[in-house]
């Protein structure tokens, strides 16, 4: 089975904070995604990640950036956290077209 | 631009009463389209992925048919443990996704 953990399932943080969002995936996978899911918007791309190193933006990278250093593990960065950020945010990993999602971080920004 | 539009935004249910869930889709090239079963609070579960019109997958109450237009999410026999918000994605060059039906099945 496919397993996408990521690190914390709850945070605060207060408005200014540097933010980390751990997402680490244990099938190998070539692709990660980061996505945050606010009600009666859907799930919106925030970056992906197709190899080590590499980064693309999404529909909504501002305010966001994102390091890979390492194949199983995609890092999303909150540069200075606003309340506006306060969201729940899903990491997934393909290989092929199929996306595997995490568990979620419901962040509070205050 | 690309749409994915999910229909109904909520649907109750009897236990027992079986219904569909609509997702229609406008893409200029649909290289799949996706089905995930989300509970409260926790990540997305995947479900199906359906390729090409006419194409058909079950799994347990659960039957996903394709058109060029749309999706249909058919539960036949719900039960209570098969309330969850339904979501349904289509793959152009990325996954788009619908904002969801939000199922509740009643004993």
């Known amino acids: 089975d496919v397993k996408v953990t990521q690190s914390s399932r709850y945070l605060v943080k207060r408005t200014g904070e540097k933010v980390f969002l751990e997402c680490v995936q244990d099938?190998?996978?070539?692709?990660m995604f980061w996505y945050r899911q606010d009600p009666g918007l859907g799930l919106r791309l925030i970056y992906f990640?197709?190899?080590?190193?590499?980064?693309e933006k999404g529909d909504i990278p501002e305010g966001y950036s994102v390091s890979r250093e390492k194949k199983e593990r995609f890092s999303l960065i909150l540069e200075s956290a606003s309340t506006n950020q306060t969201s729940m945010y899903l990491c997934?990993?393909?290989?092929?077209?199929?996306?595997?999602f995490g568990p979620g971080t419901r962040l509070l920004v205050l | 631009e690309d749409q994915v539009t999910q229909s109904p935004e909520a649907l109750r249910l009897q236990e027992g009463e079986s219904s569909s869930l609509n997702c229609s889709y406008t893409v200029s090239g649909l290289r799949g389209l996706f089905w995930y079963r989300q509970d409260p609070g926790k990540g997305p579960e995947f479900l199906f992925t359906?390729?090409?019109a006419g194409e058909e997958k079950e799994k347990e109450r659960l039957k996903a048919t394709l058109t060029k237009k749309e999706s249909f999410l058919h539960i036949t026999a719900p039960k209570p443990e098969d309330s969850a918000t339904y979501l349904c994605a289509v793959q152009e060059n990325k996954l788009i996704f619908g904002a969801g039906t939000r199922l509740a099945v009643h004993p």
């Open positions: 359906l390729y090409s």
């Open positions: 997934a990993s393909s290989f092929g077209e199929t996306q595997y």
């Open positions: 099938m190998d996978h070539e692709n």
């Open positions: 990640s197709y190899d080590v190193k590499m980064k």
